[in-house]
Nanobody, 119 residues
Framework: QVQLVESGGGLVQAGGSLRLSCAAS????????MGWFRQAPGKEREFVAR????????RYADSVKDRFSIFRDSAKKTVYLQMNSLKTEDTAVYYC????????????WGQGTQVTVSS
């Protein structure tokens, strides 16, 4: 089992920055993708970014490329999402998820953290 706990959300003005954290506990995550997703009111959950626990090239949604950065601290078992140049359309609940490298779906999720970007 894997437990994921997000933190770091809040209210920020457009153009500002936030850093989200996803603390993992439980089994080893060396064979997993760690991803960030978000869900805005009335919309489906969408992919934001992902990274393998062992490193490798991160991947980003086009909407956040060059503004967001995903990275992990293996010693702290924590994955981060650094969000810069925030826009009002980035407002959403952000979720951290974990998926086996050979799996089809993310099968572990955190409870989510709210990010609100004001104009």
């Amino acid at each position: 089992q894997v437990q994921l706990v997000e933190s770091g959300g809040g209210l920020v003005q457009a153009g500002g920055s936030l850093r989200l954290s996803c603390a993992a506990s439980g089994r080893t995550l060396s064979g997993y993708f760690m991803g960030w997703f978000r869900q805005a009111p009335g919309k489906e959950r969408e992919f934001v970014a992902r990274i393998t626990w062992s490193g490798g090239t991160p991947r980003y949604a086009d909407s956040v490329k060059d503004r967001f950065s995903i990275f992990r601290d293996s010693a702290k078992k924590t994955v981060y999402l650094q969000m810069n140049s925030l826009k009002t359309e980035d407002t959403a609940v952000y979720y951290c998820g974990a998926k086996p490298l050979t799996g089809l779906e993310y099968n572990y999720w955190g409870q989510g953290t709210q990010v609100t970007v004001s104009s």
